[in-house]
């Protein structure tokens, strides 16, 4: 069950970079249609998509897009085996776990028909986004109670660090909905100016028809406020991971890869905004966001020395 756990934490990164480069290729409505493509298992040819006449057919686009959805179906079998396997042979966290991510892996699915089927509609694009952290994360957590033979610790800092990069993870889902991240091309100011006014603007999104949302259909100063927000919300995570060195000390080494991780975390971002988002540092800012999240989320099974004598004579005991 380790390695098959393991194997479904690779398999998740898999899906989700392949995500991501789908979604940074603008190869969401690479094939209009859902499940299929042009009415087809895999795109076969442009005689394909002649019904389709709001959209030019592109063979890398459609390409990509069918390999992620393909991934993204041999992950959902896989996460059902697991649960059947975990299912009979765990109790606690671990066996809710699995069924968690059974349910959650379908509506991930869900999502993935919505994004092509209301045409890139951002609310739907930045839940599926967004969804593919929670399942990385619930795989992830599976594979630790395994491995450590410990309950998650769900009232910690480590919970509340988890939740304000999940809740930055949002922002940066919403903030590539709308095609922002070139919105702010310098740095520590946006467009020259040191605050830009945020106001509900930063929530409108209509629904379009056909590919209108390919490119962003939002104002600038709504692209501004986005990439804004998602700033202040880096520098969130930032105060709350150094509230969490003060507060576990003793967790030397969690403490440094997260610390690692969110120092690379944030020269990304800065990167991509002013070497104008390139595709390879796209991709990485993506990765390590994930790398930070399962390192918050190791965290919930973390003990410092003190809590870790109390679990071994509670062992000795029992």
Not at 34 to 55: D, K, L, R
Not at 60 to 88: N, T, V
Request: with cysteine.
């Amino acid at each position: 069950m380790q390695r098959f756990a393991l194997f479904n934490i690779l398999l998740t990164l898999l899906v989700i970079t392949l995500g991501a480069l789908t979604r940074l290729l603008d190869a969401g409505l690479g094939c209009p249609d859902w499940p299929v493509c042009y009415g087809h298992p895999f795109p076969i040819s442009n005689e394909a998509a002649i019904e389709f006449t709001q959209w030019q057919f592109d063979s890398g686009k459609a390409w990509m897009e069918m390999i992620h959805r393909y991934a993204a179906s041999a992950l959902g079998l896989s996460i059902l085996i697991q649960a059947a396997l975990i299912w009979p042979r765990y109790l606690g966290a671990l066996r809710w776990l699995a069924v968690f991510l059974c349910v959650w892996v379908v509506l991930q699915g869900l999502f993935g028909m919505w994004t092509v089927t209301l045409r890139l509609w951002p609310p739907v694009v930045s839940a599926h986004l967004l969804g593919g952290a929670v399942t990385l994360g619930a795989q992830f957590l599976i594979w630790r109670v395994i491995t450590s033979n410990r309950e998650p610790q769900w009232r910690s800092w480590w919970s509340a660090f988890a939740l304000i990069i999940i809740f930055q993870m949002a922002l940066g889902a919403w903030t590539s909905s709308h095609y922002a991240g070139l919105a702010c091309p310098d740095f520590p100011t946006c467009q020259g100016n040191w605050w830009v006014e945020i106001n509900a603007e930063i929530l409108h999104s209509p629904m379009v028809e056909g590919d209108e949302y390919l490119g962003g259909i939002g104002s600038n100063h709504q692209r501004m406020a986005i990439q804004w927000v998602h700033r202040l919300g880096a520098l969130a995570v930032l105060l709350l991971f150094i509230l969490l060195v003060f507060k576990y000390p003793l967790q030397k080494r969690r403490l440094a890869f997260c610390g690692s991780i969110l120092f690379i975390q944030i020269s990304l971002g800065i990167l991509n905004a002013v070497w104008l988002l390139p595709l390879s540092l796209a991709l990485l800012h993506n990765t390590f966001a994930m790398l930070l999240w399962l390192g918050a989320l190791n965290g919930l099974l973390a003990m410092d020395e003190l809590s870790d004598e109390k679990y071994f004579a509670k062992e000795l005991l029992a």
